[in-house]
């Protein structure tokens, strides 16, 4: 993301903001583990779920118990609550350089 002043990158934090995207507090772990770990300069999380206030929204699985609305929605929540997660660990979103899945990708 390239902000209006040219090569500068935009604030994160700001660019949620500006979309009007509000985090939620970050979630709190369902079970015996840690949902953020941290070694050397890499963010490692698990754990994140759909679920609002320690309440899990979905439950079931796309096509059965949900519409791809459903699907999005939860997926959605997730994407937010992995945020909300990285934002606590790190105390800004603006820390985060890269994004990886599971597989490195």
Same mark, same amino acid.
């Given at each position: 993301?390239?902000?209006?002043?040219?090569?500068?990158?935009?604030?994160?934090?700001?660019?949620?903001?500006?979309? /009007?995207?509000?985090?939620?507090?970050?979630?709190?772990? !369902?079970?015996?583990?840690?949902?953020?770990?941290?070694?050397?300069?890499?963010?490692?999380?698990?754990?994140?779920?759909?679920?609002? /206030?320690?309440?899990?929204?979905?439950?079931?699985?796309?096509?059965?118990? !949900?519409?791809?609305?459903?699907?999005?929605?939860?997926?959605?929540?997730?994407?937010?609550?992995?945020?909300?997660?990285?934002?606590?660990?790190?105390?800004?979103?603006?820390?985060? /350089?890269?994004?990886?899945?599971?597989? /490195?990708?």
């Amino acid at each position: 993301m390239v902000s209006a002043k040219g090569t500068q990158p935009a604030s994160a934090e700001r660019r949620l903001a500006e979309l /009007g995207i509000e985090l939620p507090p970050a979630p709190t772990p !369902f079970g015996a583990y840690v949902e953020s770990v941290q070694t050397g300069n890499l963010l490692y999380l698990s754990g994140m779920l759909p679920a609002v /206030g320690h309440e899990p929204k979905f439950v079931g699985r796309l096509g059965r118990e !949900f519409d791809v609305e459903q699907g999005r929605e939860a997926a959605r929540i997730a994407a937010l609550n992995v945020l909300a997660a990285a934002r606590k660990h790190l105390g800004s979103l603006d820390k985060v /350089g890269q994004i990886f899945d599971k597989s /490195g990708g």
